[in-house]
């Protein structure tokens, strides 16, 4: 059974910084891999998607990596801003039933 | 992008009522439907995938005949929290697939409240 682990549960830093998130999966057979941002009360907005084959995905700040072999994907926030201020989830799914295995999220919180 | 709305987004309701959530995909179809609940600070559970002319499947632990999910287009889904209780009280939110290699997208979620 997949399970997705992210650490740490909550981050706090001042604005301007660049900031890494983990995402830690025990399964490496994994279709693709997806970050997510919540925010309080809201549904989620998707971020990144990197298919198994790839090993990382850009869009503007935004980073993600891949590493399958060690189970590990992490989230690069570049120049943090207060709008920042969400919980990231990422996202494990299983090719055969499209499932979608969740993190226990990491909640950032970026400091004026 | 492909969007997904759900409705209500916050619903109040009695003890022993029955409340039902719809979630539509706008721009795409969505043959298959994922249910979720989340409780406060903690992440998402899948309840239920969602098949379109199927029965839906559920996930371990989830009672069927209390959350009743019906996906009569390729477009609608619905779960429906018969008989609610105050431990019924959650976060419920919709997904579905996107077109290959998209990824998934989600709803805005229902806040459902138990008195």
């Known amino acids: 059974k997949q399970e997705v682990t992210q650490i740490p549960a909550a981050l706090s830093v001042p604005e301007g910084e660049n900031l890494v998130l983990n995402c830690s999966f025990t399964?490496?057979?994994?279709?693709?891999l997806q970050w997510f941002r919540q925010d309080p009360g809201k549904g989620l907005t998707s971020l990144l998607l990197?298919?198994?084959?790839?090993r990382e995905q850009t869009s503007g700040r935004l980073n993600a990596s891949l590493d399958k072999s060690s189970g590990r994907s992490t989230l690069y926030i570049a120049a943090s801003q207060p709008g920042d201020s969400a919980t990231y989830l990422c996202?494990?799914?299983?090719?055969?039933?499209?499932?979608?295995?969740f993190g226990t999220g990491t909640r950032l919180t970026i400091i004026p | 992008g492909a969007v997904v709305s759900q409705h209500p987004s916050r619903v109040i309701c009695k003890s022993g009522t029955s409340v039902k959530i719809e979630c539509r995909s706008l721009?795409?179809?969505?043959?298959?439907m994922f249910w979720y609940r989340q409780f406060p600070k903690q992440s998402l559970m899948l309840m239920a995938t969602?098949?379109?002319?199927?029965?839906?499947?559920?996930e371990q632990g989830v009672e069927k005949d209390k959350f009743l999910i019906n996906h009569a287009s390729l477009t609608l889904s619905t779960l429906t929290v018969t008989s609610a209780h105050p431990e019924d009280s959650s976060f419920y939110i919709c997904?579905?697939?996107?077109?290959?290699?998209?990824?998934?997208?989600f709803g805005s979620g229902t806040r459902l409240t138990v008195v």
């Open positions: 997904s579905a697939r996107v077109p290959p290699g998209e990824g998934y997208t």
């Open positions: 399964d490496s057979a994994i279709y693709n």
């Open positions: 990197i298919q198994s084959s790839q």
């Open positions: 996202a494990a799914s299983e090719g055969g039933n499209e499932k979608l295995t």
């Open positions: 721009d795409f179809q969505a043959t298959t």
């Open positions: 969602s098949n379109e002319g199927s029965k839906a499947t559920y």
